[in-house]
């Protein structure tokens, strides 16, 4: 099996995270899939940014959730790059996506445009929170989605599970091999973050798992010859 390596936030490493200038740069990197998070605007676009306010990756100030979508236009999300929405993602690349929603009201608008687009078979899902993922399970046919976790334990498999999730996103700093051994009995596909080092990659490569979410593109070069 192929080791998956997804672009996080883009490339944000190297280019302003969230962006479109970043995702089209971890496309020409040739990672496999590109990572974006969602929330919605106050007139209810999806917007694409990481954090609940604008503070650290613009130039404004505030939560997200209180800007229409021509106010987030209006800031500087990085050399000059505004915040885009999803729709303009679609566009700018054709790489496969994981949307990462940060409640169930992400969630049905997320639907909503996968529904409208045929989506299903190019955008993975993912979330923190189990209930989005059970909210959009039922909402779009087919779609695949993903638990993601930072502080876990074995529990993380049966979440997974009742969630309705085929993949879980661990942070590999918790990872066990016991973890591992479960979700494979569980029929999980497992992705590891964030991957920037070779070190960290000799880790997921030895635990066997699925891919990596990755900071830098040249992990994608380098992961085909680490064992």
Known sequence: M???????????????????RSFVAAQEAGLDAIELDLHLSKDGALVVMHDTDVDRTTDGTGPIAEKTLAELRALDAGRGERVPVFEEVLEAV?????????????ARALAEVMNERGLAGRVEV???HDEAIAEIKPLVPGVRTALIASRYGTDIVDRAVQAGAE??????RRLTLEIVERARKAD????????NTQD??????AFGLDGATTDHPDIKRTGRFTA
């Not at 192929?2 to 479109?20: A, C, K």
């Open 188 to 195: 999980l596909r497992i992705i590891g973050w964030v991957v």
């Open 126 to 128: 993912s979330s923190f």
């Open 94 to 106: 054709q790489s496969p996506l994981q949307a990462e929603i940060k409640d169930a009201q992400a």
């Open 200 to 205: 960290q990659l000799r880790l997921v490569r």
């Open 2 to 20: 192929n080791f998956l390596t997804i672009g996080h936030r883009g490339v944000m490493g190297v280019e302003p995270e969230n962006t479109l």
């Open 167 to 172: 993949t879980v996103c661990l942070n590999i």
